[in-house]
């Protein structure tokens, strides 16, 4: 017998809807689903093949185990045993060195219900706030850019802006292959709408770039010069919002200052581009009537991301092109749930529904409403790559993460392996036996994946979306949010962590947002069932979803004007010099999903490109005496990295590429981009600087 379920696709923040069928045999099959707004019964290649991941359980974590030091085999045990011994080791570490011995470390993969327990356990209950994810390595520059622009980390356009814009400002993303669902409804809009104009800025050319009318192959680090000549051009040829400006920001003439300090002549020669292209984007963009600018890791792995999305949120706020159709800045999420993350507060900073750990009434209102028996600590906690740099000094003794893989995605990571292994507890979550963290574990928790467990999404437009369990979990693994709450009751919390299905923990998170901008309190998992899928703010007396934001032009700042913010326009990045002269950076590929533990097991996926290479310029590889398809060694100030050169024009002189996916302990430096990376981070948003790393390229 056949059954068919609706979900979520749980790679990218598109948050494509999926028709899954499975049948008594235990075989699955997936298709679009056609009744989802946001991709309209399309797939992508990971989307369309998501069903090898779930019917192949070779790799799969199946029960518990622990080891009792480094050296010695990890053994089975029973959940008991496990989540008794990681919280008697946590008790023992809370009571010695204080509440902030002990951090968690979770992903955007997780499930909302699953990122709200854990932050109410160690905010509310533990009583440190070390509790970080791994947005904060892609969507941080962006939060912040939104919060001092707007008042608020919120993405004030939707997907159907798409249909109604007839500029895209595409900059520093790859849309074409990272967000392939949405980038195919521009260029359908594109095919039937002609005179649709795409800009793209990228250092390098991508797919994006090739379908574009106009591409800026910009200087990496340069962002900021750009967009400030194109603000400088707006000015100039009045193609700014003069009413708008004036009744709706604060900040002009700041700006319009800063802007005309650099001619655009002088702007072209800095970025590497024609000034002609240039002046091009800024009469498009000036001339257009719906204006959405998409971006993603080019702008906010910077050690200056917030600065980037800053000086490219202010071309919104100086024409007025925000809130109204096809029009708005639209940072396009990375990860299936990173948006739902933060609104249940699943950062060191962060309460739930957007509140601040540094506001004290916020503070309170949590509190009272969780009943602490502790205070919840007013300063943030550590973040991603501060956490790591604390385990390595021996300031964090424990830490436990959850359905991430930090051993390939963090960057520096010869130091990252140091700090694990210096660890005094690890703790591992995970559905995989390939997760290459797995190493460095004290204790595995083994846990249910992909339509073995039930709960919410947001995706990049603040659609929630219901994931039904489809399916047993193999073996004794549990959904993350029951594994979480079985452990907050052995540290003795039984009271305030009674639940018994995510749905409690769904209904307890949406009560926190009432009377907020992210209030959700008409938002049911009968509700989500019923209409499929709902767009945040939905508060109890609402009837539809909140389509965009700001449509009456009041942001969320205390005086309700939004902040143009003047920012500098240069870089900070690690310099090159003459022994690394070469700038990497990194990303992702078509086909492959992060550290590859999912669709590095999927043939299809594989064929694309199966390999890591380095991309380089033909200039750069003959100064070198280097051949296409040779073996290299990439080498930077903190490791070296070897694999075979793709000689291509694709990326300018001067920069090479290498794809962030591939990286295993043990094999040495073979493939793994983030030995190459720098743990510079931006100052505001701590989110690191990938994108820019020096290096030297030569034959092995
Ligand atoms: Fe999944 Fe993203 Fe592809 Fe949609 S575009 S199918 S959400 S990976």
Known sequence: MENTHQTTCCYCGVGCGIVVKTEASGQLSVQGDPQHPSNRGLLC????????????????????????????????????????????VFKTFIQKYGPDSVAFYVSGQC????YYLVNKLIKGFIGSNNIDTNSRLCMSSAVVGYKLSLGEDSVPVCYNDMEEADVFYVQGANPAWCHPILWRRIEAHKAANPQVK??????????????ADLHLPLRPGTDIVLNHAIGRLLIEQEKTDTHFILDHTDGFEAYRKSVFQRSIAEAAELCGVPEASIRQAAEWIGFSKGFLSLWTMGLNQSVVGVNKNLSLINLHLITGRIGTPGNGPFSLTGQPNAMGGREVGGLANALPAHREVTNARHRQEVEEFWQSPVKIAEKPGLTATELIEALADDRLKAIWIINTNPMVSMPDLNAAEKALTNARFVVVQDI???????????????AAGWLEKEGTMTNAERRITYLPQIQIAPGEALPDVEIIWRFARKMGFERAFPYEKAEEVYREYTQLTAGTNVDVTGVTYDLLR????????????????????????????????????????????????????????????????HTMTKTGRVAKLNQHLSQPFLQMHPADA??????????VEIRGRRGTVRVKVQLTTDVRPGLCFLPMHW??????SLGRANNLTSTLIDPKSKEPDFKFSAVQVQAY
């Not at 053994?75 to 008697?88: G, I, K, M, Y």
């Not at 499930?111 to 699953?114: G, P």
């Open 45 to 88: 290649s990971k989307g369309m093949n998501l069903h090898y991941t779930v019917m192949d359980q070779s790799d799969r974590l199946l029960y518990p185990q622990m080891r009792y030091g480094r050296s010695a085999p990890l053994e089975r045990v029973s959940w008991d045993a496990a989540l008794e011994r990681t919280a008697a």
């Open 111 to 114: 499930l909302t219900e699953e």
């Open 198 to 211: 795409i800009i793209c800025v990228d250092p390098r050319v991508t797919d994006t770039a090739r379908s």
């Open 432 to 446: 995989s036996s390939r997760a290459d963290t797995l190493a460095f574990a004290d204790v595995v928790l083994p």
């Open 530 to 593: 019923q209409k499929r899928s709902i767009q945040w703010p939905y508060p109890a007396n609402a009837d539809d979803s909140t389509q965009r934001l700001f449509t009456n032009h009041r942001f969320y700042t205390a005086n309700q004007r939004a902040q143009i913010h003047t920012v500098p326009d240069g870089n900070a990045s690690e310099p090159t010099d003459e022994a690394f002269p070469l700038v990497l950076t990194t990303g992702r590929i078509r086909d492959q999903w």
């Open 622 to 631: 003959e100064a070198r005496q280097i051949r296409d398809g040779q073996l």
């Open 663 to 668: 990286g295993k302990i043990g094999t040495g």
